[in-house]
């Protein structure tokens, strides 16, 4: 068995970078670039992060706190100030006076699926007693519900989002959503039935996790295992094209176990490249009777459109789901500044470019917590369209994991007026992801309206029958975005289609 690599690391939109020392040299902190935290709700990942050995590395994430800030329409605010409504810059219609961001969510969820907030906690508590039917009764009752909801008249299904929120929250609602929570609901073109579908699997009190050194730690303790088990791993192999081997291919070097007697199916074509993504110039045949693409969908739709296993009806399902952009930038700083004004860890929020910022980075520091030593920022994290404005400040041309003096010197005023500062000290060390930039296409995927993952993802999984070639992916899945989206199809290919159970944790 082999895994190709384009990149030459392991990991995907799970990477890990650390930011320079700790105190007296010891272990700095670690920038997620990607995908930052779990919850207590994400049964099948947290499965995989106990076989992979690292439970004991999993430790709090802070998400927000009532003393951290939020800073909308020239305000700041504390957290626990949102439903002050003699506080907030906002005039909120008589019945959504006094509900924070989380309870407007939540209204608007009831008015749209009647009964949405009483299901998903009984749906919950069920879970957690383990009653497994009475859970799935509940989801069903919600499914169920969810499918006959309309929005002016449309099914929910066909409906965005952020047209969703607007038929049943008024505008100053909708405007508070969208200025508070960090994302770009207003300008959200994601199906709004599915939205609701991932609310509704979200446990009501759910436990943020990350993990210590990292979320990028989870795949690199399955790249060792995966070797120490007899697997070969190769980076810097982009997949260009995947055709049905003919006879003449008996002899090829193939990925299949040494002794094998099969023959191999497919062949496999890839364009080397170095550690910066350029092309080497020399390319690489490798034969396999079964081929597992765990591609998202930019890739897969850039591969030669003339082989294995396109067809009009998958280009059509893998349109079913679009990217989200999305940046981060981290400032590492000498010292934690932000102490001095009450936070400690966790996220504020603007209507500024910035949109979320998390005080300390993502993951605490390996080792006990200290007060000296250099502190982490992650300083911006806009997504959608609020990333077109750091498009337009980026300099052209430049190295696209360092956003460049101007920037950070912008980034930095941004922050100052946050937080009420006549300015702030440079930083140590910056470090800019843009995923949106090749190879990449989107941080994340949504569902676009109209179109039902029930439906489409088994058609995906396994887009010819009669072929040994499956495509796992969180894309099109009912989590698009997140690990257990690509943890539950990796186990659904694995369980349907190759006869695999779920292996020993020993």
């Not at 390996?366 to 030593?373: K, Q, S």
């Not at 993802?457 to 010819?464: F, I, K, M, N, Y």
Request: with cysteine.
């Amino acid at each position: 068995m082999a895994l190709f690599e384009r990149a030459h690391r392991v990991g995907g939109r799970l990477w890990s970078v650390p930011m320079g020392e700790g105190p007296h040299g010891g272990e700095g902190p670690h920038a997620d670039l990607g995908a930052m935290r779990l919850h207590s709700g994400l049964r099948q990942v947290l499965d995989v992060v106990g076989e992979a050995g690292l439970t004991g590395d999993l430790v709090p994430f802070d998400f927000g706190r009532p003393e951290n800030p939020t800073h909308v329409r020239g305000v700041t605010l504390r957290q626990r100030d949102l439903t002050d409504t003699a506080r907030i810059p906002y005039h909120l219609a008589g019945g959504e006076r006094g509900l924070g961001p989380g309870d407007l969510v939540l209204r608007a969820a009831d008015a749209l699926v009647p009964g949405f907030t009483a299901l998903r906690r009984r749906h919950h508590e069920a879970l957690e007693r383990g009653d497994t039917e009475r859970a799935a009764r509940c989801a069903t009752a919600f499914r169920t519900r969810r499918g006959r909801a309309t929005v002016a008249g449309r099914p929910l299904r066909w409906t965005t989002y952020a047209d969703a929120l607007r038929a049943v929250l008024g505008a100053e609602a909708v405007a508070l959503l969208h200025d508070t929570g960090g994302y770009d609901v207003v300008y959200s073109r994601e199906n709004a039935a599915e939205q609701l579908g991932i609310l509704f699997r979200t446990p009501p009190d759910a436990a943020y996790l990350t993990l210590r050194r990292g979320m990028q730690s989870l795949p690199l303790a399955l790249r060792d295992r995966f070797t120490a088990a007899g697997g070969t791993l190769r980076l810097g192999h982009r997949l260009l094209r995947v055709d049905r081997a003919g006879p003449h291919h008996d002899r090829a070097p193939s990925a299949t176990a040494p002794g094998a007697a099969r023959r191999p199916r497919y062949c496999l074509t890839f364009a080397l490249e170095d550690p910066e993504g350029r092309a080497t110039g020399t390319y690489a045949h490798v034969h396999a009777h079964t081929v597992v693409l765990a591609l998202p969908q930019g890739p897969l739709l850039r591969l030669d459109a003339d082989g294995v296993p396109f067809t009009p009806r998958l280009r059509a399902d893998l349109a079913a789901v679009e990217a989200v952009p999305a940046q981060k930038l981290f400032l590492l700083y000498r010292t934690a500044w932000w102490g001095a004004l009450g936070m400690t860890r966790g996220r504020a929020t603007t209507d500024l470019p910035l949109r979320q910022l998390w005080y300390g980075g993502t993951c605490p520091p390996p080792g006990p917590a200290r007060d000296d030593g250099p502190a982490l920022l992650l300083a911006a994290y806009p997504s959608g369209p609020a990333t077109k404005t750091w498009e337009a400040a980026r300099e052209p041309g430049t190295d696209p994991t360092d956003p460049g003096r101007d920037l950070v010197g912008w980034t930095q005023r941004l922050l100052a007026r946050m937080h009420g500062l006549p300015r702030l000290e440079d930083p140590l060390a910056v470090r800019l992801q843009d995923w949106g930039l090749p190879p990449h296409d989107g941080a994340w995927h949504v569902w676009r309206p109209g179109h039902d993952p029930d439906e489409i993802a088994p058609r995906v999984r396994r887009p010819l029958p009669g072929e040994a070639v499956y495509i796992v992916s969180d894309c099109w899945t009912p989590d698009p975005g997140s690990i257990e989206g690509a943890v539950a199809c990796a186990e659904t290919v694995l369980r349907e289609h190759l006869g695999c159970g779920r292996p020993s944790s020993s």
